[in-house]
C-alpha cells in the first residue's frame, strides 16, 4: 500500500536511511523536513516499508529529495510504483514540473528516471560529499 508519510514512521524511515545512503538523514533532519510545510513524503508500506520517496513542494513545482528502496526490494517496481504515484498527487497539488539530482554513477537510477520520462538538463559539480556530480533530471507533468 503507497501511502502519505506520518510522523510515526520516522523511526522505521531512519533505519532504511542507514541502509540506503553513504550519509543518511539524521533523525533530528527527518522531523525537521516533516514539520516544514513544503514537505511532501510517500512510502511503500504493505507487511513492512519497502521504499520511500521525500519531495519539496514549492509552488507548482517540487524537487525529489530522497528515492529509497530496501535492498530486499529492489527491482520489483517499488520506485517505479511510488514516482508514478507521487506524479499523480503531485499533479492534483498544481505541480507542473519535477526535478531531482542523481549521482552521476548512479546507472540503475538513471535508467529507471529516463524510463520515466525524465531529461538530464544539467550537472551539479562535486554535488555529493563534494567528490561526485549529479545529474539534474527534470520532467513535465501533463
Do not use: H, W
Request: charged content about 35%; overall charge neutral.
Amino acid at each position: 500500500m503507497i501511502r502519505l508519510f506520518k510522523r510515526e514512521d520516522l523511526f522505521k524511515i531512519e533505519v532504511i536511511e542507514r541502509e540506503c545512503f553513504r550519509v543518511p538523514y539524521a533523525e533530528k533532519m527527518l522531523e525537521s523536513s516533516f514539520n516544514a510545510p513544503t514537505f511532501f513524503g510517500l512510502l511503500d508500506d504493505e507487511d513492512d516499508v519497502r521504499g520511500y520517496v521525500f519531495a519539496t513542494i514549492v509552488l507548482d513545482e517540487v524537487n525529489i529529495d530522497r528515492v529509497a528502496v530496501r535492498e530486499k526490494f529492489r527491482n520489483k517496481g517499488v520506485a517505479t510504483s511510488l514516482l508514478n504515484r507521487a506524479e499523480e498527487l503531485f499533479l492534483e497539488r498544481g505541480v507542473t514540473n519535477v526535478y531531482l539530482e542523481v549521482r552521476r554513477s548512479n546507472a540503475k537510477a538513471i535508467a529507471l528516471y529516463e524510463k520515466l520520462g525524465y531529461k538530464k538538463i544539467g550537472v551539479r559539480e562535486k554535488y555529493y560529499e563534494n567528490i561526485e556530480d549529479a545529474f539534474v533530471m527534470q520532467k513535465e507533468l501533463k
